[in-house]
């Protein structure tokens, strides 16, 4: 119908739908698919939260780095925007990628994850990763 925006809402819910589903492989690719759309329309504010969407699976999904980098991708387009609250879910998520990070992997790339994130979003190396 022509109605483009409204084509990458429709693929945003059928995401959420299999995200529910424990789907995630299904659910990046209709993300991704309205991702595109956004993206082509110039809608920032979807774009961001569509990149964090998919940011959010790949933590469910274990894949941390890949997680880190497209979760800072949708704060830096939040921060950009002056999204508040969804620059603080976009931080949640980040912080659990990098909890991610140092249960499956060394304290020095957890450390080195914690101040390469902290360097670049500028959120406080104290806020990503407390000490214990």
Do not use: H
């Not at 925006?5 to 693929?11: D, F, K, N, S, V």
């Not at 999204?83 to 990098?98: P, S």
């Not at 060394?106 to 670049?120: F, K, L």
Request: with cysteine; aromatic share 10%.
């Amino acid at each position: 119908m022509g109605d483009r925006a409204g084509e990458g809402i429709t693929l945003s819910n059928i995401g959420f739908v299999y995200d529910a589903q424990g789907e995630d492989e299904e659910a990046i690719a209709y993300y991704q698919q309205a991702l595109a759309i956004a993206r082509k329309l110039g809608l920032r504010s979807s774009e961001g939260y569509r990149t964090y969407l998919i940011g959010t699976v790949y933590v469910e999904l274990a894949q941390y780095l890949e997680a880190l980098e497209t979760l800072q991708q949708a704060f830096f387009i939040m921060e950009e925007l002056g999204e508040e609250d969804r620059m603080q879910r976009a931080q949640r998520w980040i912080k659990d990628a990098l909890e991610g990070i140092r249960n499956n992997n060394s304290d020095i790339t957890y450390q080195q994850q914690c101040q390469a994130v902290s360097q670049t979003t500028g959120i406080p190396l104290t806020e990503l990763c407390p000490a214990d």
